[in-house]
């Protein structure tokens, strides 16, 4: 397992906080840290956490992101989906 650092979105206000998570497969670290993904995460009530992938691409001045929801998956396997499909977007 490898180090990533996310920033994660603090209710009520959205205030954001930098932190590291250790839970992240080792590929999929190498995978954010080589194409520069930037990581959004939030709680979300019964779903669980919502995590923004910001690959790098943009529509006017906004980042594009794939948003994955966690749904009782622990944090390696929710991170793995939303590059899956990441990668699926950068093809």
């Known amino acids: 397992m490898s180090t990533i650092v996310v920033t994660m979105y ?3 206000n959205g205030r954001a906080k930098e932190t590291s998570i250790s839970n992240v497969y080792d590929e999929d670290a190498d995978f954010i840290n080589q194409h520069h993904t930037k990581i959004g995460m939030e709680e979300c009530g019964a779903m669980g956490y919502v995590v923004y992938f910001d690959y790098g ?3 006017g001045d906004e980042p594009v992101e794939w948003i994955e929801f966690s749904q ?4 390696e396997e929710t991170i793995k ?3 899956e499909n990441v ?3 950068w093809l």
């Open 57 to 59: 691409e943009v529509n």
């Open 81 to 83: 989906a939303g590059l």
């Open 10 to 12: 603090i209710k009520p």
């Open 87 to 89: 990668r699926i977007l």
């Open 72 to 75: 009782g998956r622990d944090c």
